[in-house]
C-alpha cells in the first residue's frame, strides 16, 4: 500500500491540465467523475483541475490515512478529538451514530419540542421577540437558519446578538419590546465573556423594562447546565446538548433553539432529516463517489499542490448571505491547525482560508482580483433553482445567468493584445446547486460542509474538533482588564494611548 508520504510526493509530481481542455475532452466522462447529486444537490466539480490522475493519488492519500476507519471511528462515538479525549456526535442528532448517543439526542429534542411547545401555549405570557446571545458556533448557525428561512413566515423575530460591543445589543433593545422578549443565552460552555456579559445587560434592560420576573424570560441553551444555574436561570428552563457536540458543529442541538422556535418543529425536523441524508452519504459512499471526499480532493489539490492559500465561497441567493460567514468558523477554526494527531509539525498548508461574500454584489467589489489578480483562489458558487422573491422571474434569472457566466468566464478567460484586458482564464471553480432554499436542503449543504471539513482533516491526518488556538487571546485579554499580565513595550503604550494617559 502507498504511504501518506508516497501519495503526497505523487501530488507533488502531478502536472495540472488547462481546465478548459479537461472539460472539452470527454464532456461525458468528465461530469460522470466530477458531478454529483446528493440529497438533491447538485454538487459540480467539472470545472476543477481535478483528473482521473490526481484522483488516483488523492484517493490512495486517502487510503493511507485510513479514511474509512476515521469515518467508522466519528459515527460509531470513537474519539476522533483525542487532545480533548472526545468523540464528535454531531451526526448522532440527526440520528446517524451510536444507538446510546442518538436515543440521548432524541430525548434532549424532546425537551426542546416541549418548551417550544410551552412557549406557543403562552407559558412565558405573550412572547413576540427572541433575543439570542450567544458567539462563534452558539451564534453563527442558529443566525444562519433564521435568516435563510424565515424570512417570509418566522413566527418570531429573532435577533442574534454576538459581539461584546455594546452597540450590538443596544440595536436589539431599541427594536424589542422587553415585555415580549424571552431571552436564551447559548453557551456550550457557559464561561464565554462575551456572551454572559450581553446576558447581564439584557437582564438588567428586562428589570429596567419593567418585567415582573426578568430572570423568567432567560432560557439557557448549554452542555454546562450547573453553570448556567449558577447564573441564575432555573433548571426547567435549561436546554443542555451534550460535551461530544462541538460548538460549531451545535446548531442541530439545542443551540438551534431559536430555528425550531421561529420556523417551527417541523422546519427544524426538516432540516435534521436533511442533514441525516447527507450523513448516510457520507458514511456509506465509497472513495470518489463521496461527495464530501472529493471536495475534499480539490481542496487539498489546490492548497498543497497549487499553492492556493485561500478558497471563496459565493452565495448567489440573499437568503444564503449568512453562509460565508458560518463556514469560516466552521472550516478555519477545525482545520487551521500546525500540528497532526501524532503532535508532530504539519509541515504542508493546512485549511484555506474561507472567505467570500454574496453575488452578484460581489462581482462589483472583489471579482476584479478573481479574474485578473495575481493569487489563484478556487471559487465555490452556491445558488438555488428556485426564487425565493415574490418579484417578477427576471430577478432569479439575472442572478443565476451571472453565477454560471462567472464560473464560465473564469475558466475561459480571454486573450488580449492590451495586458490590461486580458483575462488569463483556467481559473477554477466548484458550483453547488441547490433545488430551493428548503430547511431539508439546507441541512444536506451543511452537513457536506462539515463532513468536507472532516475529511480534509484525514487526508491532512490533524483533529478538526479542538480549537486551544483561540484560547492564548482570551486569557490575555482577562490579564488586561484585571492587570495581572506583563505586557509588552508596544503592548503597553498602547493601552497607555487607549486609556488617555
Ligand atoms: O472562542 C472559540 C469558541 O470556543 C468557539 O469554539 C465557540 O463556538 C465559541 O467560542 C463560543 O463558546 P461557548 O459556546 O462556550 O460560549
Known amino acids: 500500500m502507498t504511504t501518506a508520504t508516497e501519495a503526497w510526493q505523487a501530488l507533488a509530481d502531478w502536472q495540472p491540465r488547462p481546465l478548459a481542455e479537461l472539460v472539452a475532452a470527454d464532456p461525458d466522462a468528465r461530469f460522470q467523475a466530477f458531478v454529483r447529486r446528493v440529497a438533491d444537490i447538485r454538487f459540480d466539480f467539472a470545472k476543477t483541475h481535478l483528473d482521473d490522475a490526481a484522483l488516483a493519488i488523492l484517493s490512495r492519500l486517502a487510503e493511507a490515512q485510513d479514511f474509512a476507519g476515521r469515518r467508522k471511528t466519528l459515527f460509531s462515538g470513537g474519539i476522533v478529538n483525542p487532545t480533548e479525549d472526545r468523540a464528535a456526535e454531531h451526526s448522532a442528532e440527526r440520528g446517524d451514530g451510536a444507538p446510546d448517543s442518538v436515543h440521548r439526542a432524541q430525548a434532549l429534542h424532546q425537551r426542546m419540542r416541549m418548551l417550544v411547545d410551552a412557549i406557543e401555549a403562552g407559558a412565558f405570557g405573550e412572547i413576540r421577540h427572541l433575543l439570542h446571545i450567544g458567539i462563534g458556533g452558539s451564534a453563527l448557525g442558529p443566525d444562519l437558519l433564521v435568516d435563510a428561512l424565515g424570512r417570509h413566515d418566522r413566527r418570531y423575530d429573532v435577533t442574534v446578538v454576538s459581539n461584546v460591543d455594546g452597540a450590538a445589543l443596544s440595536e436589539a433593545f431599541a427594536k424589542f419590546d422587553p415585555e415580549y422578549t424571552l431571552v436564551a443565552v447559548a453557551s456550550k460552555t457557559f464561561t464565554t465573556t462575551e456572551t454572559l456579559l450581553n446576558a447581564a445587560s439584557a437582564l438588567q434592560w428586562l428589570e429596567e423594562g419593567g418585567v415582573e420576573d426578568p430572570s423568567g424570560r432567560f432560557v439557557a441553551l448549554t452542555a454546562n447546565p450547573d453553570k448556567a444555574m449558577e447564573w441564575g436561570i432555573d433548571e426547567t428552563r435549561i436546554l443542555p446538548f451534550r460535551e461530544t457536540i462541538g460548538g460549531r458543529y451545535s446548531l442541530w442541538s439545542s443551540i438551534g433553539f431559536p430555528a425550531a422556535l421561529a420556523l417551527g418543529w417541523d422546519a427544524f425536523a426538516e432540516l435534521l432529516e436533511g442533514a ?26 489546490y492548497a498543497n499542490r497549487l499553492g492556493c492559500q485561500t478558497r471563496a465561497v459565493f452565495a448567489y441567493d440573499e437568503r444564503l448571505r449568512l453562509l460565508p460567514s458560518y463556514l469560516q468558523q466552521l472550516e478555519m477554526e477545525s482545520n487551521g491547525k500546525g500540528v497532526t494527531l501524532d503532535g508532530e509539525p504539519l509541515g504542508r498548508a493546512s485549511a484555506a482560508i474561507t472567505w467570500g461574500g454574496v453575488g452578484t454584489d460581489a462581482q462589483h467589489a472583489v471579482f476584479q482580483l478573481l479574474h485578473q489578480g495575481t493569487h489563484l483562489v478556487p471559487v465555490e458558487f452556491v445558488v438555488a433553482r428556485e426564487a425565493d422573491d415574490l418579484l417578477d422571474a427576471a430577478h432569479h434569472e439575472t442572478l443565476v445567468a451571472n453565477c454560471i457566466a462567472q464560473g464560465a468566464a473564469l475558466m475561459a478567460g480571454r486573450a488580449s493584445e492590451d495586458g490590461a484586458r486580458a483575462y488569463p482564464g483556467n481559473r477554477p471553480s466548484a458550483t453547488i446547486l441547490l433545488e430551493q432554499v428548503t430547511p431539508h436542503q439546507l441541512g444536506a449543504l451543511i452537513a457536506f460542509y462539515e463532513h468536507r471539513v472532516f475529511a480534509n482533516a484525514v487526508l491532512l491526518g490533524i483533529n478538526p474538533f479542538d480549537q486551544f488556538g483561540v484560547e492564548l487571546g482570551k486569557e490575555m485579554a482577562k490579564g488586561l482588564a484585571e492587570g495581572t499580565v506583563d505586557f509588552d513595550p508596544a503592548t503597553q503604550a498602547l493601552m497607555q494611548a487607549v486609556l488617555g494617559e
Open 276 to 301: 441525516a441524508e447527507m450523513d448516510r452519504h457520507f458514511r456509506l459512499a465509497e472513495g470518489a463517489d463521496n461527495i464530501c471526499l472529493l471536495a475534499a480532493f480539490a481542496d487539498q489539490l
